[in-house]
């Protein structure tokens, strides 16, 4: 009997000892699981910044390139007497600045619903 019962306990502390091992095991590997997933995170943090950082600076640059635009149109405009009366120089002065508002706005949402 006492040989019985000893081989019993030897087995149980087996058991116990395979038992801690799996657990240590599971646990490592959901720490690792964690750290995984907080990387991801972080990386899609950078990448949310970085594209709404360019996405504003190429909104920026639409908009220097527009007013641009607009600027050498209206002086054309206004040098070519032939092309443009005084009233549409006065009104195309007066609606370049709203035109680009315009532009940007647009541009803006059409970036904000893609990204």
Same mark, same amino acid.
Do not use: G, I, L, P
């Given at each position: 009997m006492g040989l019985k019962h000893y081989k019993e306990q030897e087995q149980e502390q087996v =058991?116990? =000892?395979e038992q801690g091992q799996e657990e240590e095991e599971q646990e490592e590997q959901e720490e690792e699981e964690e750290e995984e997933e907080e990387e991801e995170i972080m990386i899609f943090r950078r990448v949310k910044k970085? #594209?709404?950082k360019q996405s504003s600076t190429l909104l920026a640059h639409?908009? $220097?390139v527009t007013q641009r635009m607009l600027h050498s149109t209206v002086l054309f $405009? $206004?040098?070519n007497s032939n092309y443009? #009366?005084?009233t549409s120089q006065l009104a195309a002065f007066k609606l370049a600045p709203l035109v680009v508002v315009v532009v940007a706005a647009v541009v803006v949402v059409v970036i904000v619903v893609v990204v």
């Open positions: =058991q116990e =000892q970085t #594209s709404a639409f908009v $220097c $405009c $206004c040098n443009a #009366s005084t």
